[in-house]
């Protein structure tokens, strides 16, 4: 990798002039180490520039650069920002493994690509179900959700409910089993430590969990009976 430098600045905001208009490898040794450099950098693609921003931060446990390359604003991308966001790549892993282990994927066994594109579109599915459920459950009843928690339990505690009444084409059903499955999530699959994510946690840049929208749920069936649940709202019954 060794793109054009068109600009570079500190994290301070000091524009590093003897920096700018040099390949990436010539000027890799006067790079500073106390702060974190931002460098403006260019590659030709197919005949036409392609310009990101490449963030270096000093590691002092292991004696080298870490680089973050990406297409973010700076005016509401900081290089802070960057560099404390890039501690999530954690959760990207966790969607993978969640796509693998609790959606099945690994159990596939055939050799037919249709069947095993088919299955995995099916397994994605399943998992973007669960996080709706996982969302919705934390609009509702106003806890902040575990999306991991509810990839293991959904698929024993709530979709066969859900999907057995889709299959029927029963809305009533179906509205009992979303409720039915709210309740349940809200009850058992809660995120442990939400003090804590706000100190390490992936909710330490201000992501707090959003329990207001616009959007209310409201059954075409309203009984005007209370939920099983105290923090559902009545209109959802």
Known sequence: MNPQVLDAFREDG???????????????AKLPKRQ??????????????????????WNRRTKRFCSFLTNLSS????????????KWRWQGELLLKEWKSSANLHAFDT????????????????????RFLAHM???????PMSTRKVAMCALYVV????????KRGDVVGLYAALEAAITSL?????????????????????????????????????????SNH???PVGFS
């Open 36 to 57: 974190r450099v931002e460098r403006r950098v260019q590659w030709h693609v197919d005949g036409a520039p392609l310009c990101l921003r490449l963030i270096l931060s």
């Open 230 to 232: 105290p923090n559902i």
């Open 159 to 166: 979709l066969g409910d859900l999907v057995e009444a889709l």
């Open 186 to 226: 809200a009850r058992h699959a809660q995120r442990a430590h939400p003090k804590r994510d706000r100190q390490t946690g992936r909710a330490q840049l201000g992501l707090e969990p959003c329990f207001e929208h616009d959007d209310v749920i409201s059954n075409s069936r309203r009984s005007g009976k209370p």
């Open 111 to 130: 050799a037919n690509a249709a069947l095993v594109e088919g299955l995995m579109w099916t397994a994605i599915a399943a998992a973007a179900l669960k």
């Open 137 to 143: 459950t934390q609009l509702l009843a106003e806890v």
């Open 14 to 28: 000091k524009r590093l002039r003897s920096l700018r208009h040099k390949s990436l490898q010539t000027i890799h």
């Open 75 to 86: 005016q509401r991308y900081p290089i802070e920002v960057i560099c404390r966001a890039y």
